[in-house]
């Protein structure tokens, strides 16, 4: 039971992050910050989607703590890049 939610999170995940790319290259808006950025939402979107509905196994508990290093990450970007368009530095 618990790999087909793996393999769930995982097919999901995977496609977010080909199709995010590959969309990225052809509009010509190749970033890794701005690439970062969607495959954060693309994980936030992947494990809810793959969340079972009674039991919560093991590695989904563990991804919270992979959720919350991804969202320190996120807003230091969003922070410098606040920075960048306001001319000035917070730290």
Not at 33 to 40: D, G, M, V
Not at 59 to 73: C, K, S
């Amino acid at each position: 039971m618990v790999e087909i939610w793996i393999k769930k999170f995982g097919l999901t995940f995977g496609c977010w992050l080909t199709t995010g790319l590959a969309l990225l290259l052809a509009l010509e808006l190749w970033d890794p910050e701005f690439y970062f950025i969607i495959a954060s939402v693309g994980f936030v979107f992947a494990l809810e989607y793959s969340e079972p509905e009674s039991y919560r196994p093991t590695w989904h508990r563990r991804a919270g703590w992979l959720l919350l290093l991804d969202l320190v990450v996120f807003g230091n970007i969003v922070i410098t890049w606040a920075e960048n368009v306001a001319g000035v530095s917070i730290m």
